[in-house]
């Protein structure tokens, strides 16, 4: 039989997403310290899903202080970098492609003490039904009383920019290589059309010369109001909220009722 290879939006980022993480959270220790405050909330050895797992630095970093984690993420690229980063670490890992609608076929509901959706992940989900879907998988597989955590743009903000060119005015070094970083918005008239990024890494060797890799990202915006109605609606209540118009990124933390 021939096996098909999944293309999926983020493998070719995946070879270099090192360069969009920023200098804090590129240690997995650093990345989990950023959640101390809902981590406080879970035994030392509970069980967590980080569903959107990308490189890896978020699981492993939980994996380090003693919890039992599962990785997922759509991008098979992405899974692969996930747990060559665990064998690094010397960490126990569960590295799985899923999507999120596809999370149900691989674990039994009410498995997780906390599920972790962050960095900017869930505008991947396509419109109003695919978060729907998307956030639904993530409560069937929380205990009761277990807890999302979803991290997010402010969409509210970023829509009201417009389409733009954001090109980052620092060179980012990593693996001795540094490189230029590029946002290319693209902002469509209404909040449930599909909306564009464009990722562009530009690397630039000694020599001079340039290599560049870039991916263009489909995804769904959505406001803060319609995301509370959403979780409400999967049976999650929102515990904590760190939405604040003028801030570039906002934290819910919800609880399976
Ligand atoms: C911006 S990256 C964030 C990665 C990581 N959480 C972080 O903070 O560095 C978004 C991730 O979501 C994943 N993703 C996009 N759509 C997905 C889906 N439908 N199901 C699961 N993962 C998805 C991508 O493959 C990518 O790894």
């Excluded at 009383?145 to 743009?153: D, E, K, N, P």
């Excluded at 469509?188 to 599909?194: F, G, K, N, R």
């Amino acid at each position: 039989m021939t096996e098909v290879l999944v293309v999926t939006e983020y493998d070719v980022l995946a070879e270099v997403y090192e360069w969009l993480i920023s200098d804090a959270k590129l240690p997995p220790a650093e990345f989990a310290a950023s959640f101390d405050d809902v981590l406080g909330l879970l035994p030392s050895n509970a069980h967590v899903l980080d569903c959107s797992c990308g490189t890896g630095q978020l699981a492993v970093g939980l994996a380090g202080r003693g919890m039992q984690v599962v990785a997922t993420d759509a991008s098979e690229a992405m899974v692969r970098r996930t747990a060559e980063l665990s064998e690094e670490f010397g960490a126990a890992v569960r590295a799985v492609r899923a999507n999120w609608e596809e999370l149900p076929d691989h674990f039994e509901d009410d498995t997780f003490d906390m599920v972790f959706c962050v960095g900017n992940s869930l505008h991947h989900a396509a419109g109003a039904a695919g978060r729907g879907a998307a956030l639904e998988s993530m409560s069937r597989l929380l205990r009761p009383g277990g807890r999302l955590v979803l991290t997010s743009r402010t969409w509210e903000l970023v829509r009201s920019r417009g389409s733009r060119l954001d090109i980052r005015d620092r060179l980012v070094r990593r693996n001795g290589r540094d490189a230029v970083v590029i946002y290319r918005w693209e902002i469509a008239p209404h909040w449930e059309d599909e909306h564009h990024i464009e990722i562009a890494i530009a690397q630039v060797d000694a020599t001079g010369s340039v290599l560049v890799r870039s991916e263009l990202l489909s995804c769904w915006p959505y406001r803060y109001e319609e995301l509370k109605g959403e979780l409400h609606r999967v049976g999650l209540r929102t515990e904590v909220s760190t939405f604040d118009l003028e801030a570039e990124n906002y934290m819910v933390v919800a609880s399976k009722v």
